[in-house]
């Protein structure tokens, strides 16, 4: 049974800072890409951040520079450290797995993260 697991969503100052856990079971984590992806009201779901299995990362170019994505392999975990918060990064965070070699995604349940002015 795979399942992804989103912690540490809340409220934050613009400015302020979030870090955003994902614990996933179910699969060979080390063998999986993992990603975050957001949904902001009345918005479609957008990607925010990537990390291979090796440590190779992407970031959406409006997170970039404020955003850091890292993963622990040893505790099944990926992070999302989110500094230089805005308002518009208000929105549900979503955790994504798939398999280095596949297509198939896995998603968490999504955290609400919610940053006022």
């Known amino acids: 049974q795979v399942q992804l697991v989103e912690s540490g969503g809340g409220l934050a100052q613009a400015g302020g800072s979030l870090r955003l856990s994902c614990a996933a079971s179910g699969i060979i984590f080390s063998t999986h890409v993992m990603g975050w992806y957001r949904q902001a009201p009345g918005k479609q779901r957008e990607f925010v951040a990537i990390?291979?299995?090796?440590?190779?990362?992407d970031y959406a170019d409006s997170v970039k520079g404020r955003f850091t994505i890292s993963r622990d392999n040893a505790k099944n975990t990926v992070y999302l450290q989110m500094n230089s918060l805005k308002p518009e990064d208000t929105a549900v965070y979503f955790c994504?797995?798939?398999?280095?070699?596949?297509?198939?995604?896995?998603w968490g349940q999504g955290t609400q993260a919610t940053v006022s002015s």
């Open positions: 990390i291979t299995g090796g440590g190779i990362t």
């Open positions: 994504n797995a798939r398999r280095n070699t596949g297509t198939k995604m896995y």
